[in-house]
């Protein structure tokens, strides 16, 4: 039995005993009509799918976010791992973990991260859009600088936002030299950085800082749109001119490119259309990276739901 194994240390034939956090949990029914928990551990290093077979519960969606102790054993499934759990508990006040072995966290250094993020916005050339985005940076950075940006699928640890962001900052710099004669690069890097804005109100979040849930403004309203009232309202404070203020809200509002992927409108400008495909590249290649980690060389991976389809592990 190897005791507090990292998710990342895990092998094929492990028995394991533990602490995790339980980062989404599912209460099924099998195909023989038994009900079953479907969830997803993390730590640190990593996540992990999870079953526990013949579970009627206690533990469920209430439950995500909570570091539960578990007893299990590690397999492979469709070329990745995953555990199937013998036993499973909240833990409580009698038991004894180290939380900074179980909270993922961005693979970068935040504080430098941020530093380069305020850097990139600093060279914004016109004064109203830096004045924007500098003043909402002022308001929330800090926020912006530890919280995730999802519950799952991409960047859904701390400090997921920020790397995010700078990542996407990073491309919208170099894109805006490329395009130049067809896009206005202070608007590109305003609208980019302060794309997600509202996801800070878009989710409810456990004692652990990770998402466990959507908030009811978050189900009623969305990311978009009250990204989209903070750069109205903050515009509008800082006089900035109408048409300007216009512009940045649909960069926020048209972010998701399609109506059917959540767009409030499509893009219509070379700006709004250039950031809805730095956001999919930037979220696309980090579904990869974080699924690819636990696949081995030479072999595919389950299907991944955010991308519909398997992908293929070469090296």
């Known amino acids: 039995m190897k005791k507090d194994i990292r998710i990342a240390d895990m092998a094929v034939g492990d028995e394991i005993e533990g602490f995790y956090i339980l980062k989404t949990a599912q209460n099924k029914v099998s195909n023989n009509g038994k009900p079953y928990l479907n969830a997803t551990l993390s730590d640190c290093t990593g996540d992990i799918d999870a079953k526990a077979w013949d579970y009627p519960g206690p533990l469920g969606p ?9 007893r299990a054993s590690v397999s492979e499934y469709r070329g ?3 555990v199937t759990v013998d036993r499973i508990r909240l833990s409580d006040e009698n038991d004894e973990f180290d939380l900074s072995d179980l909270v993922p966290v961005a693979p970068m250094d935040a504080e430098a991260g941020y530093r380069e993020l305020l850097a990139l916005v600093a ?11 500098e003043a909402l940076l002022e308001r929330h950075g800090e926020i912006m600088k530890t919280m995730p940006a999802a519950k799952s699928v991409h960047h859904s640890f701390l400090s997921g936002l920020l790397m995010h962001t700078l990542n996407m900052m990073r491309q919208a710099d170099f894109l805006a030299k490329l395009y130049q004669d067809t896009v206005d690069r202070s608007l590109l890097l305003a609208g980019t950085c302060l794309h997600d804005l509202g996801k800070q109100w878009e989710f409810e979040y456990s004692e652990l800082g990770l998402v466990t849930e959507y908030s009811t403004a978050g189900e009623l309203l ?4 009250m990204g989209a009232q903070e750069v109205s309202d903050a515009a509008r404070g800082l006089g900035i001119p109408e ?9 926020l509002l048209s972010h998701h490119g399609e109506p059917e992927f959540g767009a409030a409108v499509r893009p219509m400008c070379a700006e709004a259309e250039l950031l809805s495909m730095i956001d999919k590249i930037d979220s696309r290649m980090e579904i990869y990276r974080e699924n690819l980690e636990n696949v081995a060389a030479g072999n595919f991976s389950g299907r991944i739901f955010a991308l519909e389809k398997r992908i293929y592990r070469h090296m």
């Open 62 to 70: 209430n439950e995500e976010g909570k570091v539960v102790r578990l």
């Open 222 to 225: 969305g990311h978009l749109v």
């Open 123 to 133: 060279s914004i050339e016109d004064a109203d859009y830096r004045d924007v985005t």
């Open 80 to 82: 990745s791992l995953q």
């Open 243 to 251: 048409e300007k203020g216009m512009l940045l809200q649909h960069m």
